[in-house]
DNA sequence: CTGAAAGCGCTTACAG
DNA sequence: CTGAAAGCGCTTACAG
């Protein structure tokens, strides 16, 4: 009997067709306890005597047991999984914060399913729909240096799911939770970095007029320069796509021929820093002794580029954890609660382009 | 009735609390049809009398009935989900990949779970488990740029799913199926490109010595030199890690004092590229004039790097496409079945760096 | 403390 | 052609 178990076991290593997966029964069966039993031993979820425990527990080890997430998901309504919506995959920034999602979740015993929506909401609705329909516990919106489709946000509700918004600042009235980056203190200190380096013809780069992220650190900019009583030139403030094609068509705008150039930029992300230097030394100007230049994002890149780059880093798996105990904290609360954003700082990577 | 439905409607795309999702019994009710013709009509199993299919079609639709898939896939042990086992989220090919993976899933109908390891094989193995517990129809296993640990291959089988590797061309003795680009064509084409540019003195930075690509993308090196009867010199043959740090290293082994520069490097990765191109720049070596550079994957830096960097791009998302394609071929064909390998050829994307 | 039984929402032989 | 019923693998009132 204990020999024919150990036959299945060894197919199910090996390389053979798969053994039918042990369900509640044959451990009931083996340990010659109730499937009753058998449940609450496994689910911690009632006291059973503890000789029943016991063979329960050796049964069900032996046999290789575990439950069907399917069959319990089914009951409870739970799946120990979340969903997680992206605009897409490709964005190194996203796949930060992902990385911190399926960190927290696996050590909370989670898993993750990742729905990308593409920036289209019908998309998004969509995947919300199954998602809901798998019985996902729960769902993580991640947002990326670009804004999200309002509609996506507000299609979040609709699931009827908790969830939790990252990298995104929802509106006063949205009663959403949120963890978020401190991009306004983050334009500062790139500001102020820069202003203490003696430079006062600073550019700010930012990505879409639009775009929210931008728009804080703009406030950062301009709060750094308030602090020492300076006044930026309009004129220094563009907005460019965050790529690096972007950089080099602020470069050509802020470097051409007849207008003051700045003495230093600070850039919405690293696509654009690279792509501005790339236009400084298209124009004969040096980086950083002409123009200093910071970028956000801390890239991989950034020190591969010429010169490396100073970059501002943000904690984004640090965003991506706390979002994940944030909906656990709301899957066991439950009931009625105040919707919370956190906000965490970035820092500074001193490189030699500032 | 029908307004009561309406108002059902509009709690769950208001923001309030979520309605009870509707069942097949409730499909069934309203459109006065058996449970039995419902199902039937809903997955066109069974041909059913026309008026019965559009009244129970109609409600379906009114209800807003989606099919719980818990509940089909605790019966038809079908999930219509892939698991994707992955090293990590943070690289550039294995996103790249995964975008491929995803859009081909969705096309088909199918969810992806993504299930990284970070290259430990217990983890995988637990993620294995996972999967197969949660009845995914089959896995796809995506290698990046560096091997997979082989235990992590060698637990696939074990899992009873049907499983595509992508990226990673199994032994021969394997038996799986698998998609994979051709890197020893991309090294051919990268040192070829350089030979005539009339380099002669070309190194070749490689990745980790066991990576399984480097060392074809080293075979195309030497094919592309035997072709025109030229033989590389071994010294010029380094491996390094697939970091910007990796490539300064090469190049401060390649350009150090008492030696013949190399007049060219082809490296295994942008981000050794780029660190070569670095350590160029700091021993006064002008690229490409100096030394031409190839890196390889086309990383979306290459344009702003100080030159432009000529790369070799990888048709990753059809690797993730084809992957997904082989899938759902093997769930429908089951049975006997001869593994098979796709290979993929590289392009060169040339720039200024050579 | 314990187990038989109902039931989660489906699919699908089975019997008419 | 059609539907009642069994059953997928669990959890959890319910009744002893």
């Known amino acids: 009997m204990p020999q024919s178990r150990v036959v299945q076991e060894q197919n199910f290593l090996g390389n053979e067709a798969p053994r039918q997966k042990p369900t509640i029964k044959d451990v009931a069966r083996a340990s010659g306890a109730s499937v009753t039993a058998v449940s609450y031993v496994l689910n911690n979820s009632r006291t059973v005597g503890v000789q029943t425990r016991e063979r329960v527990l050796a049964a069900a080890q032996e046999l290789g047991y575990r439950p069907n997430p399917l069959a319990r998901g089914l009951i409870t309504g739970r799946t120990q999984a979340f969903g997680t919506l992206v605009r897409d995959l490709q964005s190194y920034i996203t796949t930060r914060i992902i990385a911190g999602v399926e960190k927290a979740a696996r050590e909370q015993g989670y898993k993750m399913l990742l729905a990308p929506h ?3 909401p019908s998309q998004a609705v969509s995947a919300l729909h199954d998602l809901t329909a798998r019985r996902m516990d729960g769902i993580i919106s991640i947002s990326g240096n670009s804004d999200e489709h309002p509609e996506i946000i507000a299609a979040l509700p609709a699931a009827g799911l908790p969830y939790v918004l990252a990298f995104y600042r929802p509106s006063e009235t949205a009663r959403a939770d949120s963890v978020v980056v401190d991009n306004r203190q983050g334009g500062y200190v790139a500001t102020r970095h820069l202003l203490d380096l003696g430079r006062r013809r600073i550019a700010f780069v930012g990505g879409p007029a ?3 992220a931008s728009r804080e650190r703009l406030k950062g900019y301009r709060q750094a320069h308030a602090e020492m009583d300076l006044t930026p030139d309009e004129a220094l403030i563009v907005s460019q796509h965050f790529m690096v094609e972007g950089g080099m068509r602020a470069a050509e705008q802020l470097l051409r021929d007849g207008v003051t150039p700045p003495d230093a930029v600070f850039a919405c992300n690293d696509h654009i820093a690279a792509g501005f230097i790339r236009g400084c030394r298209e124009k004969g ?3 950083p002794d002409d123009v200093a230049v910071v970028g956000f994002d801390d890239h991989d890149m950034c020190p591969a580029l010429d010169p490396p780059l100073t970059s501002m880093r943000m904690p984004l798996p640090q965003v ?3 979002c994940v105990e944030r ?3 709301r899957l066991e609360q439950g009931a009625a609660w ?4 956190i906000t965490l700082p970035c820092s500074l990577v001193i490189r030699q382009s500032a």
């Open 118 to 120: 593409n920036q289209d």
């Open 210 to 212: 639009a775009n929210n």
């Open 285 to 287: 100007l040096r980086v």
């Open 320 to 322: 991506g954890q706390l």
């Open 327 to 329: 909906l656990i904290y």
């Open 338 to 341: 105040e919707p919370e954003t």
